[in-house]
T-cell receptor, first 116, second 112 residues
């Protein structure tokens, strides 16, 4: 069975601090996708990134970076120089490659508060 | 913007009444999903559809039914709403080639 764990329920940082959100996953499949979504206070779910299991290169997009390590089954998300607008709930998710969504499993989310 | 709308956006109803939520997409995606979001649980899959009239159950399907008579519409029905179905409901589509899912704006349902 697939499972996604986000051990940090809530994190609070002061603006300009760096923060890392942890994601640990479990799957028996060799081909799978990992995702991060952002849910700001307004409630919508915003897609941030997709990673497939064969691509372990780290990804950087502006202040956001992702570290994928198959050896530890982790897909961590780092925000550099955090801003108040980064305050949101962040979800990590896992999907089998051929499942087309029926096994799209979300973690419980991490609530990030960035204080001015 | 994946062209997904949900209606209604907010609804308050009473226990025992039937409720139907609608998800509409404009981009002809084959796969559509209904999730519920509750504190501490993230998003949990209720039902999904892989084509017109083709649907299947997800993790938390008890008490819910779905229908898809057209590609663009995916309906979620609570035959007899209960207070435990108070939640935020999200519809989603997935892009076939990448498995990326994109979500509608959500419907906040309160069952009194």
């Amino acid at each position: 069975a697939q499972k996604v764990t986000q051990a940090q329920t809530e994190i609070s940082v002061v603006e300009k601090e760096d923060v890392t959100l942890d994601c640990v996953y479990e799957t028996r499949d060799t081909t799978y996708y990992l995702f991060w979504y952002k849910q700001p206070p307004s409630g919508e779910l915003v897609f941030l990134i997709r990673r497939n299991s064969f691509d372990e290169q780290n990804e950087i997009s502006g202040r956001y970076s992702w570290n994928f390590q198959k050896s530890t089954s982790s897909f961590n998300f780092t925000i550099t120089a955090s801003q108040v607008v980064d305050s949101a709930v962040y979800f990590c998710a896992l999907s089998e490659a051929e499942a087309y969504g029926q096994n799209f499993v979300f973690g419980p989310g991490t609530r990030l508060s960035v204080l001015p | 913007d994946a062209g997904i709308t949900q209606s209604p956006r907010h609804k308050v109803t009473e226990t025992g009444t039937p409720v139907t939520l609608r998800c509409h997409q404009t981009e002809n995606h084959r796969y559509m999903y209904w999730y519920r979001q509750d504190p501490g649980h993230g998003l949990r899959l209720i039902h999904y559809s892989y084509g017109v009239k083709d649907t299947d159950k997800g993790e938390v399907s008890d008490g819910y039914s779905v229908s898809r008579s057209k590609t663009e519409d995916f309906l979620l029905t609570l035959e007899s709403a209960t207070s435990s179905q108070t939640s935020v409901y999200f519809c989603a589509i997935s892009v076939t080639d990448t498995n990326e899912q994109f979500f509608g704006p959500g419907t906040r349902l309160t069952v009194l």
